[in-house]
Every structure is written in C-alpha cells, then in structure tokens.
C-alpha cells in the first residue's frame, strides 16, 4: 500500500471510528442520566466481566488472523488467507460455545464474578453475544488483512449506532438502576446480532470461503494465545478491580454497598472513558498500519518497517499532547456539564496526565505485535497489573478510588518504557527519544496556559468554559508543537491544493 493510500485509510478509519466513539460518549451521558450513578455502576460491572470472557475467547484472534493474511499477501497464497480466516473460527467456537452452556445452566456457581448480585441475570441476557461477537471478531480481522478497511468502519459505526437509539428508547422512562441497566445490556446484545449478520454477508459477499483450517490452525493458536493471555489479563485485571475496590471502599471508607457502587461508576463509567478518548484514534491508525507493517517485516524491507515504527509511535504521542493539556484544564467543566457531576471531572483533570504512557503503550503493544513479539507484550502487561494491583490494595485507605488512577499510571508507565526499549532492540534506527522528551515539555507548559486561562473563566458556565477555552488551548498547543518543528503543515497544504483542483 502506498504511503497516501496509508493516510486515506487512516483518515477514513479515523473519522468514522471518532463519529462512532462520539455516539458512544453521547450515549453513556444519556444513560447517567436516566439510570443514575448506580445504574451505570451496575452496567459496567456487567460489561466488565462479560468483556473477560470476551477476550478470552476472541481477542488475539483478529489481529493474528489479520498478520497471517498478511503474510499470506506478501507470499501470494490465497487459499492460506481463507484458511486462517475459517481456524479463526473453529478457535473460537471451540471456546465460546461450551463456555456459554456452562454459563447458563451453571450461573449461580459464578456469582461470586460480581460485586453485585444483581449484575448476574444481566450477564446472562449478553451470553449469546458471547459467540456472535466472537465470530464477528474474526471476520473483522479478515477486514483489515484485506485492508478493506470501509466496510470494517461501517459495520462498526453501525453497529454502536444501532446500540445506542435502541438503548435511548429502552431506557427511556425506567423506574429503577436495574431496570435501566437491564434494557441498555439488550440493546448491547441485539447490536452484537446485527453485526455479526453484515460482516458474515460481507466477507461471502467478496469472495470470502470457509476451506480447511488445518495448515493455519497452529500458527494461529501460537501468535494468538499471547495477545489473548494479555488482553485477558486486561478483562481480568478490570474484573479484579471491579470486585476489590468497591470492597475496599466498604472496608476502609465506611462507604455503603449503593455508595461505593456509584464512586465506582463515577471513576470507571463516567472519567474514566473521557481519559480513553485517544483509544480511537490510536486504534485508527494501528489498525491500518499493522497489516502493511507485518507485510514489510515478513518481506525484509528493513527500511520500511522502521518508518512505519517512528510514524505510528510519534503520531500516539502526538495525539496525547494535543489531547492531555485539554482535559488537564476542563476536567470540572468536562464533569459538569456532561454529567451533572464535579467529582468526576476532578478525577479527570487528575487522571489526564495517563494519556501520554497510554497512548504510548497502546501503540506500541499493536507494533510490537505485528513483528511476532507477543510472548515480551504479554509479561510487559503482567508486570505493569502487578503495579496496578498493588496500588489498589495498597493506596484505596489513604487516597480512596484515586488508588484505581495511581495503579492505570504505574501500568501504563512500565509497559510503554519497556516497549520502546524492546522497539529500539528491534529497529535500532529508529529515532523517537528525542520527540518524546519534547514532547513532556510541551505538555507541561501547555498545562500550565491551560489552567491558568481556563481559570479566568470559572465564574462561567461549563459550556461556555468549554467553548471558549477549548479551541484557545489546542491552537497554544498547536503552536508550541509548530514552533519546534514538531508539527508541518505539508498535509493541510496538499488537501488545499486537491481541493482546489
């Protein structure tokens, strides 16, 4: 793929994943308010451990699937590239299936998965999006070793489209946290339903088939259990939080069971998915350039790939120091106007500075993963949980559910340190320390502008705080990245010139 077919890709990627996660964001502000800290405790809960499952059964699928059809691209095999895609799944309905039988006729052996009891029927009502979902994985990843990258975005625009104004009418004049979580987790599970359909007709649409798995099975369970290992020891780690920090809030805080339900939806269902707001955006570009990535490692073009390391790295660094000042200076505003509620915005304006490490290891773990480093991504994610873990267990008494921040810093810090240094074993060429340190700089000073201009404007409301200082302190970032070279502005000038013709 050429370099401008890479840029319109990611382009077309990013904007439609930005429309998607902006639904998404609009919806979780709707459902906080029809259902209430509570009830969107109760969701999350549920969610995060379906998300376990989930990603046990699922999630190094796609991506290896997408790397072997890469592979297979750049070897000219297509029966290998049907191949993959039909182990893909056999693997995961190998998994899913028996999981979602034990599951339903076994379901109160597992009640002890919830701090709320509550939450148990709910997960009961997605476990059939469990299989649907799994396969729709796959199919997916086909998508992006294809590098048909439109219809995997529309499928997915759709798909969180379809959720959200089902959920919107379901939840609509709900009499209780329960009920309202109950209605929003079926909206969940008939948009799961819609999405495996479209890509299933897609794929045969274009000429996809389903042959023998055999010669790709085993490449695929050996890349693919680590990325797996990883991403379930995310869902896990979550799960984990999901239970003990509630708990400790009880225990060390004199916080009942409804209060410490809904600090925790205040931290994890309302600031928390603010701070992940570059998730798209990384996501966007790691899922166009992973596939190309992998055909020039497996081609041997040295050159190339190291290119597209600095590229991919630079541009998540980019992303955090446009983004990090921002939320740093409206985090309360942020929380008031889009939920009604300060505490979460001052967990925001805390929690800000996790945006760069995290931006930072998200990238690099896709990288790193597309040049069959897998087994070194997976203990890099297990020693940063182990950080994590112990910051909750260790900080929740004298910080509160700050201890949850505390442990996404120290996580993120550890794996993006040690992914750059596994990267710069790998490319030696590459060049990035520096852009990184200048980087930290700028978003110190911008930080600093950014608190003290928004502070000017505290006596007016959140909305107009937001409107008026947002664009101020992006285009001060903006600068300070221009001003240092950081920044050109070679690509707006070409889309002017295109336009122009």
């Known amino acids: 793929m050429k370099k401008n077919n890479i840029y319109r890709s990611a382009a077309q990627v990013t904007v439609f994943s930005t429309i998607e996660k902006g639904l998404s964001f609009f919806y979780r502000i709707i459902l906080t308010r029809f259902i209430g800290a509570e009830g969107i405790g109760i969701y999350q809960l549920c969610l995060t451990v379906f998300a376990v499952f989930l990603t046990m059964s699922s999630s190094g699928v796609p991506v290896t699937v997408s790397r072997l059809m890469a592979k297979s691209n ?12 039909t182990a893909g799944i056999v693997l995961t309905l190998a998994v899913t299936v028996p999981v979602a039988l034990i599951m339903l006729f076994a379901k109160n052996a597992f009640s002890f998965l919830f701090a709320d009891k509550r939450c148990l029927n709910l997960f009961i009502i997605l476990l059939p999006g469990l299989i649907l979902t799994s396969v729709y994985a796959v199919i997916r990843g086909s998508f992006w070793g294809n590098k048909q990258f439109l219809p995997y975005s529309v499928i997915e625009l759709l798909e969180d ?53 055999k010669e790709q099975l085993k490449p695929l369970i050996s890349s693919s259990v680590p990325i797996t290992a990883m991403r379930t020891s995310t869902s896990l780690l979550n799960s984990v939080v999901a239970v003990l920090l509630p708990a400790l809030l009880m225990g060390f805080c004199g916080m009942s069971s409804s209060e410490a339900i809904s600090l925790y939806g205040i931290c994890v269902g309302m600031a928390v998915p603010i701070i992940f707001i570059p ?19 497996y081609s041997g073009k040295t050159k190339a790939v190291t290119y597209d390391v600095e590229k991919s790295v630079k541009a998540a660094i980019f992303i955090s120091v446009l983004l990090l000042p921002l ?63 112990i910051s909750v267990l260790g900080l929740t008494k004298f910080i509160g559910v700050y201890s949850y921040i505390v442990g996404l810093a120290l996580n993120f810090t550890v794996c993006a340190a040690l992914n750059l240094k596994l990267l710069k074993q790998k490319c030696p060429t590459v060049k990035f320390g520096r852009y990184t ?14 608190s003290l201009f928004s502070n000017l404007f505290t006596d007016f409301k959140p909305f107009v705080q937001i409107v008026i200082c947002t664009p101020v ?3 001060f970032t903006a600068l300070a990245l221009y001003a240092l070279e950081m920044m050109t502005l070679k690509p707006f000038k070409k889309l002017l010139a295109r336009g122009k013709t």
Not at 74 to 85: R, T, W
Request: aromatic share 10%; charged share 10%.
């Open 74 to 85: 750049a070897q000219g095999d297509i029966k290998s590239k049907h191949a993959a895609v």
């Open 161 to 213: 489209a379809l959720m959200v104004f089902l959920g919107i009418a379901l939840v609509y004049g709900v009499s209780d946290p329960v009920s309202g979580a109950q209605n929003a987790i079926i909206a969940v599970l008939i948009s799961y339903i819609f999405s495996f359909c479209a890509s299933l007709f897609w794929y045969f649409k274009k000429g996809g088939r389903l042959v023998s798995p």
């Open 279 to 297: 998730n798209s955006l990384i996501g966007s570009i790691a899922v166009v350039v992973a596939p190309e990535l992998s055909e020039n490692y």
């Open 327 to 389: 939320l740093f200076a409206l985090g309360r505003p942020l929380g008031e106007f889009l939920y009604g509620n300060e505490l979460s915005g001052d967990i925001v304006r805390y929690a800000s500075f996790i945006m760069l490490p995290m931006c930072i290891t998200m990238m690099t773990n896709t990288v790193l993963n597309s040049m069959n480093c897998e087994k070194r991504t997976l203990i890099y994610f297990l020693i940063g949980g182990a950080a994590m873990l």
């Open 437 to 450: 340190l200048i980087s930290a700089a700028v978003i110190a000073v911008s930080c600093l502008f950014g």
């Open 473 to 475: 302190q992006l285009l």
